[in-house]
């Protein structure tokens, strides 16, 4: 099976407590390719890039088979800038700024190879441009997920609303799922997403794991313990698309395949954050991957006896 993954594709500045960066790649498209990698996935990127952006990030993404026929230059604009600050806990950051740039007029194209692909993931970005490439999918895909974040909720209630109604997975934070369903309970806040559309809703913790709520039914996993936590971006997107990845790969949607999908998502995420930026995920091999698989199992399965 095929996926196609529309996201940003962008430069970053990002702060923590143990350093700094000037502009780096980054962006949720990317971190969604390079989880789909480093699972060998046939995936393709619909985004946007200015004249500014360097060939090698593409050449790069390239030499991954990662698709991006889909990524379009739009010569005389700039990318897609965003840059946060992390605070001492890691869990939470603010955002210092968010330059839309090309995205602010950005029609999205559907390469005709991807138009068909059976998983689709609306990766974080403006609602209007998720729902115009689902709209440009010549089949319905087999399985929509849907990742997004407090910024378009500020800004673009209505239209995520829209997107919302035709996804079958959502993926958010809890603050998110707060803001979304104004309820401080994520079982009720679950509840409420729910008739929303998604018949299944992810919620990610940070640091303290994630939930999968689905058809009365809930399903908890940790995040590792790990000793180096350097920078969390991109985590939440390398989760997204190593879950998408694994089901992509396995072509079964059912709950009991989506539970290995969140351990895939968490263990890729493990990596992301051990570097700044892009640098741990681009190079994560499949033995390192399946031992965080394994750690997870470990750190989970015990006696139920009593
Ligand atoms: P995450 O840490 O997984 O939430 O995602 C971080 C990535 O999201 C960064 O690489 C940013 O370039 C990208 N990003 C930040 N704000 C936005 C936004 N409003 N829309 C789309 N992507 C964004």
Avoid: C
């Amino acid at each position: 099976m095929k996926l196609l993954a529309v996201g940003t594709v962008a430069f970053d500045a990002i702060e923590t407590p143990f350093g700094k960066t000037d502009k780096i790649l980054g962006g949720a498209a990317t971190y969604i390719g390079l989880a789909a990698a480093a699972l060998d996935t046939d995936v393709s990127l619909v985004s946007v890039i200015g004249g500014d952006f360097p060939q090698e990030y593409l050449d790069m993404m390239t030499s991954k088979n990662i698709n991006v026929d889909g990524v379009e230059m739009v010569k005389d604009g700039k990318t897609f800038f965003w840059s946060g600050k992390y605070h001492n806990d890691l869990n939470t950051r603010d955002t210092l700024v968010t330059e839309l740039n090309v995205l602010a007029d950005f029609d999205p194209k559907v390469p005709e190879h991807s138009s068909e692909a059976e998983v689709l993931l609306l990766g974080n970005l403006d609602p209007v441009v998720q729902l115009s490439v689902l709209e440009k999918m010549k089949t319905q895909p087999k399985l929509v997920i849907l990742d997004t974040m407090n910024f378009w909720m500020d800004i673009a209630w209505d239209n995520l609303m829209k997107v919302i109604a035709k996804t079958d997975v959502i993926t958010i934070n809890d603050e998110e799922a707060r803001q979304l369903s104004r309820e401080y309970s994520l079982v009720k806040a679950a509840k409420k997403i729910h008739e929303l559309g998604p018949k299944y809703v992810i919620i990610k913790k940070g640091e303290h794991g994630a939930l999968l709520f689905h058809d009365g039914k809930i399903f908890a996993i940790p995040a590792l313990p790990l000793e180096e936590v350097f920078d969390p971006t991109g985590a939440g997107d390398t989760f997204a698309g190593g879950f998408a990845s694994y089901l992509t790969k396995k072509g079964d949607f059912s709950f009991e395949s989506m539970k290995t999908a969140i351990i895939v998502g968490s263990a890729m995420a493990s990596f992301t954050v051990e570097k700044f930026g892009t640098e741990r995920i681009e190079n994560v091999t499949k033995e390192e991957l399946s031992a965080r698989i394994n750690q997870f199992k470990e750190l989970t399965t015990f006696e139920s006896a009593i």
